[in-house]
């Protein structure tokens, strides 16, 4: 459990004192530089404009579960629930990404949306976007980071796309909608706090959103985009 992924991730937490330091290792020094103020540059960090942050309250709680919990732990309505990643060697990127984003969103507090361009076993290439935190809750991730299946995105995805077959679909998940009729491009819409996501790489991806590429030596090409969901 100690060397797990998500324990690292979490155990992160107890080496801040404060909500403060926690921010400070998100502002960089050119953030300073431009900003010529800490504290503007800690609020500008807090609202989500430098990603998905944490806020004081989740921070506290997470740092207070983490110092009293085992690793790979969180509880959901006061059940312990043991996280997929937990206590797994994880050497690719694409696997550690997801293990590190697991806890958040299974517990409502980040949406991620994963894109996956890669061939299936008929060796056609396909692409999608999955709703990461609608997979866990439907589908036993163990597998996956074990490496025993392969993730591939579906026709029951939020989008999928056959290159081959040209065949094509879309839907709205319980987390987000799928917005179509944008000049700009497709768009997903989270269906919690109605936050826009860009899915524009040469655009933000939007408010409290974030746009991450990952080399994977297990995918043709992966990118995280990440949303801190908003109680509204």
Wanted: aromatic share 12%; with cysteine; hydrophobic share 35%.
């Amino acid at each position: 459990m100690e060397n797990s992924s998500v324990g690292r991730f979490y155990n992160t937490l107890t080496k801040f004192k404060v909500y403060e330091d926690y921010l400070d290792s998100k502002v960089t020094p050119l953030d300073l530089f431009y900003l010529q103020s800490r504290e503007l540059a800690r609020k500008l960090v807090e609202h989500g404009h430098k990603g998905p942050v944490l806020s004081r309250q989740d921070f506290q709680e997470r740092k207070a579960a983490a110092q009293a919990k085992p690793s790979g732990v969180f509880y959901s309505c006061s059940r312990a629930v043991i996280l997929a990643s937990a206590g797994k060697e994880l050497k690719d990127n694409f696997l550690k990404a997801l293990a590190e984003r697991e806890e958040a969103n299974r517990s409502g507090k980040m949406t991620s949306i994963i894109f996956i361009r890669d061939y299936n076993p008929l060796g056609q290439e396909v692409s999608g976007y999955i709703d990461y935190a609608h997979r866990l809750k439907t589908q036993d991730f163990e597998p996956y980071f074990s490496e025993r299946k392969r993730l591939m995105p579906g026709r029951s995805d939020l989008c999928y796309y056959n290159w081959r077959t040209q065949v094509s679909s879309s839907n709205s998940s319980s987390n987000f909608q799928v917005v179509y009729d944008d000049p700009g491009g497709l768009l997903f819409r989270n269906k919690k706090d109605k936050k826009i996501l860009n899915l524009d790489p040469w655009s933000g991806p939007g408010e409290a959103s974030s746009r991450t590429l990952l080399q994977s030596d297990l995918y043709v090409h992966v990118v995280l985009f990440d949303h801190a969901v908003r109680a509204v």
